[in-house]
Structures are given as structure tokens and as C-alpha cells.
């Protein structure tokens, strides 16, 4: 279709002529995302024109198509300069239906919502959908939306989240994340002097139906109800992604620990529940998880402290069901091939770690999940499809960020006891995290913990005297090669071993290491230095 021809006719053609030509306009390229760079000036004079006829009183039908042309133009970041002003977004904001001056009070907002048409409903869709676009694609849109406080209109939006229709709020909640992603001051204004943390919970709370029987308890999902609708759990995820924009790096106060208590009640609930495929369940349970690991960690015992359910009798009465489903979430992430253990297990090792670190109860059973007591110990700890041996395998990663967090997540199981990790690892696959923490001396982290002994048994007992510390299981016996050497043989092979290590340290290919007395690694010249003198054999007065 020749832009040229659109745009001349769209100069002199009446509302009817101007809604065919551009449906006509939005058949042709509805499924174009690449478009020609010698276009762009007539692309971006279209998005003029049709902005024009946006501001005009025109009907519902001719702003729904005039939008979805707008929708189509906004995929090319390059054309956007004429939306990109405070009349083009004010005008998608007054179509979206989110401008704040436009004071309407709660009821008769809900009617309004109430007894929108179906033409006008999908007028409002398109605005959002054009305005996630705009903001996600033009700077100059994201500081235009601050000055016209686009903000505020949403929060405001949020207010009415009950009558909602789901792409409504699907594409308002959208556009929230957005904005408060991509603009950091915008998520300050939102949680502090917008309550959006607030108005986000009150939306989960009813997309998720959760019906409250405590506090900080909701009523457990019935085993036999349906999943969750996937509209609803659309929705969800885009709530759970804008609180977690809102929370991230926020301390909060005592004033807001209530909040973070409820959301951390309502994480769990989620977490509980099913979707309609495996899939969606697990892309909402990621999404909570990264919720949850940015809520004080004190606020965790919502996930365990379940009054009115109950729970088991060895864990202190704590219920340990939704823990059991993060483990369970875990090792899916661990077993899943070709995904990026950065973004998708990190996470949740992270949160589990800190629960562990914080919460006794948490601590003891994931142990008993994933350090059991001991008995085989003639298999190598990272080999082996038990969730121990796919944590070992972690520790030695390519990755470091992987390595350092299933190494911690280890390590505060063991409550930061260096022998302890090292009978369930072996030192090699321990060394990194013990360099790390200056312990390759031995010795304890820096966290108490309650003086409960772990017990081994008996099979380890016997064992333990023959398990190889470097590699944590008992080797078979092997053949000694110098068994059968001459003193002069020996000497000769030792001497040559010692050449081609200072060899290889002149050439600066490898560099012999030492550990001081604090535990920390150093060169092999410096530790020697520090090494305490032994005077009991001196002859000295």
C-alpha cells in the first residue's frame, strides 16, 4: 500500500473514508515487525496523522482502527517523535482512559466500567497496547509519561481491578512493569506516594480468589478444583512482575511489614496452586520465587506458620508443604537442559538459602530432603542423581555465580561447619566457596546456629576412616608406583617433579599457593614468611 496515496487521501476523506483506508492499511501489515528504513518519514508522518484524527470526536470504531494502525506504526522505534510529545501521549492516555485529572470517583468509575460497550472496551485495549509500545520502544516517551503522570492513572486504574475486563487489565498491568522497569523515579512516586505495592496485593488477592481463615493464612486450595484459569494467571504473572519492580532494593519499615507479610501469605497461596499446563505453573511459581527473595527475610515464616492447617509435629508445628514445592521447583530448574541457570535456579537457591540461614525449621528440612544421613560413601558426592549430587555438581560450574550460590545454599545446610560440608562435598568440590570465605584452614561461618548435633551412621562411621578428603568417598585401593623404586630413583623423580614446577612458576604459568594461619590463600613466599618459628629445639639461654 503506497504511504504517499494514505497519507493525501487521509488529508481531505470524512471519518468513514478514514476508517476504511486504514483498515485496509492495518490487513496489509498487521503481521509486519521489520520495516523499510526509507519509509520512516512517512511512517512517522502517518503516526501524525492519525493522532489528528484521534483528536477529534470521532466514533468508537474509527479510534479502535485509527489505534490498531497507531499499534502496528509504534512496533518501529525510529517513527514514534510525534506520539512522543505531551499531546500525542496525553491523547492515548484520555483513549486508555488513565489520565489522573480526570477525577471520577470509585462507584461511578465502577459503573462507567460496568456498562462500557464491547467497541468501546476494545478502544481502551488498543490505547494500552499502543502505550506499551510507545513507552517500551521511545526514552522520550518514558520522561513524557512522568510529566503528564501516566503513573498516577495507572495506580488509579488499579482501583477498579475487580470489574476488569482481562485484556483491560492485562495490558494496564503490563504497562505498570514497564514503566516502573524502565524508570526507577517512576517506582519510587508508585510506592511511596501512589500505595502501589498496596493496590498491587489487593489485585493478586482477587485474581488469585484468596480467601483469607488467619492473619497471614489463607484457605488451602481445594485438591479437587479446576486449575487456575489462564487469564487469570496472565494477569497474575504481570502483577507479580510489576510488585517485584516495586519492592526491588526497597527496606522498607515497620509500617510496611504487614505488607510484606500479606504478599508473602498470598505467594504461598499461589504457589499451591496449578495452572492449566506444567508450564505456566512454573513460570508463576519463577515469578514468585523472585517476589519472595525480594521480601524481608524475617517475613518467611508466613510460609510455614500455618495456625488453623496445622502442621508437622518434628518441625515445631510448622507446615512444610510449600517448602517441598520450592524443592521441588529447584531440582525441575537443575534438570532442565539448555536453561540459563543464572536467571532461571539462581533465585531460588538464593531464597532457600537465606530461608535456611534465618528460619531453623526451613533449615532442617530441606537438610532432610537434600543432605541425608550418610551410608554409601564409596560413589564420589557429585556423582549420582539425588538432589546432593546434582548440588555438587553445581560447585564446580563454569559459571560463578552458579558455583558461589550452590555452594552457600550447601554450606548454611551444613549451618556453615566447614567438616561438615566437606564429609557431604569432598574438599575438592568445596575448595572455591573455602577460598572465598578465607575457611581453608577450617572453622565456621559467621551465623550462629542452634547446637542441634547431626548424627551420622554407622555405615559412615566405619567408613569414615578410609574416605579420601579431596574427593569425599572411600577409593579403591590403588597400586603405589614408587613401590618398587630405588632411594636413587626417588630422589632422581622427586627432584625432576621440583624442576618443572619452578619451571612453570618462572614462566608465570602457574603460581605455588599457600594458606596463611587466618585460612586465606596467598603465594607460596608469603605463607612461608608468616609461618610461626619453632624454638623448643634451640640452644639459646
Not at 185 to 201: I, S
Not at 270 to 299: D, F, G, I, Y
Request: glycine share 6%; net charge negative; with cysteine.
Amino acid at each position: 500500500m503506497d504511504l504517499n496515496n494514505v497519507l493525501s487521501q487521509l488529508e481531505t476523506c470524512n471519518e468513514q473514508e478514514t476508517e476504511k483506508l486504514l483498515l485496509q492499511f492495518n490487513e496489509e501489515n498487521s503481521h509486519t515487525f521489520a520495516f523499510e528504513q526509507k519509509e520512516e518519514s512517512l511512517r512517522s508522518k502517518l503516526c501524525q496523522s492519525v493522532l489528528t484524527v484521534l483528536g477529534k470526536q470521532v466514533q468508537p470504531s474509527c479510534q479502535k482502527t485509527c489505534l490498531e494502525t497507531l499499534r502496528i506504526l509504534s512496533r518501529d522505534k525510529h517513527v514514534l517523535s510525534p506520539v512522543a510529545t505531551r499531546e500525542g501521549m496525553l491523547i492515548l492516555g484520555r483513549m486508555a482512559r488513565l489520565n489522573p485529572e480526570e477525577e471520577v470517583d470509585d462507584n461511578q468509575k465502577s459503573v462507567q466500567e460496568d456498562t462500557l460497550l464491547e467497541e468501546e472496551e476494545r478502544v481502551v485495549v488498543e490505547a494500552l497496547k499502543c502505550l506499551c509500545n510507545v513507552v517500551y520502544n521511545s526514552p522520550a516517551a518514558q520522561q513524557v509519561s512522568v510529566d503528564v503522570q501516566l503513573a498516577h492513572g495507572l495506580c488509579k486504574s488499579l482501583r477498579t481491578a475487580s470489574t476488569w475486563n482481562h485484556e483491560v487489565g492485562l495490558f494496564t498491568l503490563r504497562l505498570l512493569f514497564l514503566l516502573s522497569a524502565l524508570r526507577p523515579d517512576v517506582r519510587g512516586v508508585m510506592r511511596r506516594e501512589l500505595h502501589g505495592v498496596k493496590l498491587l496485593t489487593e489485585v493478586l488477592e482477587h485474581t488469585l480468589d484468596v480467601r483469607w481463615v488467619g492473619p497471614y493464612e489463607a484457605a488451602s486450595p481445594d485438591p479437587e478444583a479446576l486449575p487456575m484459569p489462564a487469564e487469570d494467571n496472565e494477569r497474575a504473572m504481570e502483577a507479580l512482575k510489576a510488585s517485584f519492580n516495586l519492592t526491588l532494593s526497597y527496606m522498607g519499615g515497620e509500617e510496611d511489614d504487614h505488607q510484606f507479610r500479606l504478599i508473602a501469605a498470598i505467594l504461598r497461596h499461589l504457589l499451591m496452586q496449578r495452572t492449566e499446563t506444567e508450564e505456566k505453573t512454573e513460570e508463576a511459581h519463577s515469578h514468585a520465587v523472585n517476589l519472595l527473595n525480594n521480601l524481608p527475610v524475617s517475613c518467611l515464616d508466613v510460609l510455614i506458620d500455618m495456625p488453623v492447617q496445622g502442621g508437622q509435629e518434628k518441625y515445631g508445628g510448622k507446615n512444610m508443604d510449600v517448602i517441598q514445592v520450592l524443592l521441588d521447583f529447584m531440582e525441575k530448574r537443575i534438570d532442565k537442559q539448555g536453561s540459563n541457570y543464572k536467571e532461571g535456579l539462581t533465585p531460588v537457591l538464593s531464597l532457600m538459602t537465606e530461608g535456611s540461614r534465618h528460619h531453623r525449621e526451613i533449615r532442617r528440612f530441606i537438610k532432610a530432603q537434600v543432605l541425608p544421613p550418610l551410608k554409601d560413601v564409596k560413589i564420589r558426592p557429585e556423582i549420582g542423581s539425588a538432589v546432593r549430587n546434582k548440588l555438587v555438581r553445581l560447585m564446580t560450574h563454569v559459571d560463578m555465580g552458579v558455583k558461589q550460590m550452590a555452594a552457600e545454599f550447601l554450606f548454611v545446610l551444613c549451618k556453615e561447619s566447614v567438616d561438615n560440608l566437606l564429609k557431604y562435598t569432598g574438599y575438592g568440590n568445596a575448595a572455591g566457596l573455602l577460598v572465598a570465605r578465607g575457611l581453608l584452614a577450617g572453622g565456621r561461618g559467621e551465623t550462629q546456629y542452634s547446637e542441634d548435633e547431626d548424627s551420622d551412621t554407622e555405615e559412615y562411621k566405619t567408613a569414615k576412616p578410609f574416605i579420601n578428603p579431596i574427593t569425599g568417598h572411600v577409593e579403591e585401593p590403588m597400586p603405589n608406583p614408587i613401590e618398587e623404586m630405588t632411594e636413587e630413583q626417588k630422589e632422581y623423580e622427586a627432584q625432576k617433579l621440583a624442576n618443572m614446577f619452578d619451571k612453570l612458576s618462572r614462566q608465570n604459568v602457574i603460581r605455588p599457593m599457600g594458606v596463611r594461619p587466618d585460612g586465606t590463600l596467598a603465594p607460596l613466599e608469603e605463607t612461608l614468611c608468616d609461618a610461626p618459628v619453632d624454638d623448643s629445639g634451640s640452644d639459646s639461654d
